[in-house]
């Protein structure tokens, strides 16, 4: 459990908070390529951080962030014209190019403005089917990220962008919780399972199964964040072994899962997040829609399209569209269809934003318990002039997560041959955090 003033901390994100400040230090995926569909398409409004911009693309197809409210005197250039080399507010007529030049100011013919001033804009890259964006102080603008899902041809990878009604923590916590898996998406599918509990993992064509709810876990820092393992009881060819899934964390919000996602947790605001997801198969091509149609059925969006952009929809007067009735017949274990949905139900169940100080936390919470300190160090550290460990762009292509099985003593850490462990004080500096046993 987190005190008040830590649960503050940790969730707002606003300018000038402490973890603001420290999610301005990294480069952040906004929205997806295809949202600014084409050359001198309409502007955008975007909102990031509890803070509005409009993105566009000029003539040229170079995507741009403007702050949303124009320079002079503050209407929305959502509502601009666009004229190719630039964006014209409505109201005065101002003209701003994509790099921030000013072209015109037709109700002040003196150059003076044009000359002196630049628009605020900010750095963009696109890359991976999507555009990111930085949001800091320009001479600590770090290295632009390499993570193995921008290597891959298109076709092997999926994007979309769900926008969820929670505080952003809660999301990124379900993704880092690796024990509600076999639990809260008994229904789901991924790797052929066999019956409620028992999960096939088809390797080599080896069949493995578990029915272990209470995988044994384990953290080590790296230099991006942690890996965490969870490790299960199973079974191979009637043999006893371990099955371990591997995941990463990166701060400030990227969770790396075995089947080849990513996620990505970016704050809309302090009650509202981007779930940006990536799933990435270097070996096949990823069939976008039924990636879509599988995780994040239709009926529970009140926004959604082909490209995957989402809006999930539950709320507590639809009761997170939960089917009670399935769940009396057996048919469904949570009532509610599909993993993203399953997740986001839960999230957004705790409330806007979720009030850490009355949680009772137990050791299957470790890698939940291990993000919260490392974000609220590094914030803290940041406030006091500590600066944190940016990546290089090679770090970041490190990042990885894995699957497998564990035979004759074998070691997780094996199956992430990149994994760099730092200093380990996981366990030390959470013990005071987990209910005795
Ligand atoms: S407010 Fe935009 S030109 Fe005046
Ligand atoms: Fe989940």
């Not at 041959?417 to 996981?426: C, F, H, K, L, R």
């Amino acid at each position: 459990m987190l005190t008040q003033q830590e649960n503050e901390i940790l969730t707002q994100v606003g300018p000038g908070t402490p973890m603001g400040n420290l999610m301005r230090r990294y480069w952040i995926p906004a929205m997806l390529s295809a949202e600014l569909a084409e050359p001198n398409c309409d502007p955008m409004r975007v909102r990031l951080l509890g803070e509005n911009f409009v993105a566009w693309r000029d003539a040229e197809g170079r995507p741009a962030l403007f702050d949303e409210c124009c320079m002079h005197r503050g209407a929305s250039l959502a509502l601009a014209r666009c004229e190719g080399d630039g964006l014209r507010c409505i109201y005065h007529g101002w003209k701003f190019a994509a790099d921030g030049k000013i072209l015109e100011t037709p109700n002040y013919r003196q150059p003076t403005v044009r000359e002196k001033l630049t628009a605020p804009v900010y750095p963009v890259r696109e890359a991976g089917d999507m555009i990111w964006v930085y949001l800091g102080p320009r001479e600590k603008i770090p290295e632009f990220p390499s993570y193995r899902f921008l290597h891959v041809s298109p076709e092997h990878r999926g994007v979309k962008r769900a926008v969820i009604d929670c505080n952003w923590v809660q999301s990124l916590e379900g993704h880092l919780d690796s024990s509600h898996a076999s639990i809260l998406h008994k229904d789901w599918d991924p790797f052929g399972k066999v019956s409620a509990n028992q999960v096939r993992l088809l390797r080599g064509g080896i069949d493995i199964f578990t029915e272990d709810d209470a995988p044994l876990l384990e953290v080590e820092d790296t230099i991006f964040g942690f890996h965490t393992a969870a490790i299960r009881d199973a079974v191979e060819a009637g043999k006893r072994v371990g099955y371990a899934r591997v995941h990463a964390f990166a701060l400030p919000f990227m969770c790396v899962v075995p089947s080849g996602g990513f996620t990505f947790e970016v704050p809309i605001d302090d009650e509202h997040v981007n779930l940006i997801g990536v799933l990435c198969n270097p070996a096949r091509p990823v069939d976008r829609s039924k990636y879509l149609a599988l995780t994040s059925p239709r009926e529970y969006f009140s926004e959604w399209s082909d490209a995957g952009v989402l809006h999930y929809a539950g709320t507590p007067n639809n009761r997170w569209f939960q089917d009670r009735g399935r769940m009396r017949r057996g048919e469904s274990f949570s009532g509610i269809g599909g993993l993203t949905v399953e997740d986001a139900s839960v999230v957004v169940s705790m409330g806007p934003v979720y009030e850490r100080t009355k949680e009772h936390l137990v050791p299957a919470d470790v890698a939940v318990i291990r993000m919260r300190r490392l974000l609220l160090r590094a914030a803290q550290q940041l406030q006091q002039g500590i600066e944190p460990r940016m990546l290089t762009a090679a770090e970041t292509s490190c990042i990885q997560a894995a699957d497998g099985v564990l035979r004759d003593g074998q070691l997780w850490q094996d199956l992430v041959p990149d994994n760099v462990a730092i200093d380990q004080t996981a366990r030390d500096d959470h013990a005071d955090l987990v209910v005795a046993e």
